[in-house]
T-cell receptor, first 117, second 111 residues
Framework: NAGVTQTPKFRVLKTGQSMTLLCAQD?????MYWYRQDPGMGLRLIHYSVGEGTTAKGEVPDGYNVSRLKKQNFLLGLESAAPSQTSVYFCASSYALAGGWTKNIQYFGAGTRLSVL | QKEVEQDPGPLSVPEGAIVSLNCTYSNSAFQYFMWYRQYSRKGPELLMY????GNKEDGRFTAQVDKSSKYISLFIRDSQPSDSATYLCAMLDSSASKIIFGSGTRLSIRP
C-alpha cells in the first residue's frame, strides 16, 4: 500500500516552460488536493477535487490548472512557469471508507520540489 | 488576521525535556483538531487528532484542546532527537468541510 505518490520529486524549469505534476493514491479516496508550501507561509491550497471529473479552486489557483480524469489520479499543470511558482508542492487525499468526520483527515505525498529560473 | 496562528520557532530543547507546541485560532466553528509532523524534505504525516475539548494521549504525545480560549497544544514528553521536525496544527469546522493548517513550528531536540 503506497498511499499517496507524487512524481517527479524534483524539477528545474526555465521561465515560460510548462510541466505537469502527477499525484496518485491507492486508498480509494474521493477527495484530492494540491498545496504549495513556502517558508513562513505554511500550506496553501491551490486546487482540489471532490471526485472523479470534478475540480475546484483553492486559495491560490492563479497560474495552475488541474484535472481528475481518474479517481486515483490528480494532475497539476503549470502552463507558463514563473519564478514565483518556485515552491514545494504537496498532494493530499482524504475520505477513507471508515466514515465519520475522520474522513476529512488528509494524507500527504512526499512532495515535489520545483525551481523556476 | 489569520484563522490559525502558530509560532514558527525555531524551538530548540535538550533531549529528555518536555516540549509544548501551541496554536491559537479565531473561528469558534472549529470542532476537530489535528497535529501533523513533517520531517525535513518529507510530506506532513498525521500525528494525532481530537474532537472538541479535552486531552488525548498517545505514548509520549498529548494533545490538548481549550475551546473557551481557542487554544490547542501538543505536549511531547521525554523528547528525543528523532522528534526534531516541523509540527503543523490543523483544524476543521463543524461541517467538516474546510481544513485550515497552521504555518508550522520547527522543533529541534539537542542530544
Amino acid at each position: 500500500n503506497a498511499g499517496v505518490t507524487q512524481t517527479p520529486k524534483f524539477r528545474v524549469l526555465k521561465t515560460g516552460q510548462s510541466m505537469t505534476l502527477l499525484c496518485a493514491q491507492d486508498m480509494n479516496h474521493e477527495y484530492m488536493y494540491w498545496y504549495r508550501q513556502d517558508p513562513g507561509m505554511g500550506l496553501r491550497l491551490i486546487h482540489y477535487s471532490v471526485g472523479e471529473g470534478t475540480t475546484a479552486k483553492g486559495e491560490v489557483p492563479d497560474g495552475y490548472n488541474v484535472s481528475r480524469l481518474k479517481k486515483q489520479n490528480f494532475l497539476l499543470g503549470l502552463e507558463s512557469a514563473a519564478p514565483s511558482q518556485t515552491s514545494v508542492y504537496f498532494c493530499a487525499s482524504s475520505y477513507a471508507l471508515a466514515g465519520g468526520w475522520t474522513k476529512n483527515i488528509q494524507y500527504f505525498g512526499a512532495g515535489t520540489r520545483l525551481s523556476v529560473l | 488576521q489569520k484563522e490559525v496562528e502558530q509560532d514558527p520557532g525555531p524551538l530548540s530543547v535538550p533531549e529528555g525535556a518536555i516540549v509544548s507546541l501551541n496554536c491559537t485560532y479565531s473561528n469558534s466553528a472549529f470542532q476537530y483538531f489535528m497535529w501533523y509532523r513533517q520531517y525535513s524534505r518529507k510530506g506532513p504525516e498525521l500525528l494525532m487528532y481530537t474532537y472538541s475539548s479535552g486531552n488525548k494521549e498517545d505514548g509520549r504525545f498529548t494533545a490538548q484542546v481549550d475551546k473557551s480560549s481557542k487554544y490547542i497544544s501538543l505536549f511531547i514528553r521525554d523528547s528525543q532527537p528523532s522528534d526534531s521536525a516541523t509540527y503543523l496544527c490543523a483544524m476543521l469546522d463543524s461541517s467538516a468541510s474546510k481544513i485550515i493548517f497552521g504555518s508550522g513550528t520547527r522543533l529541534s531536540i539537542r542530544p
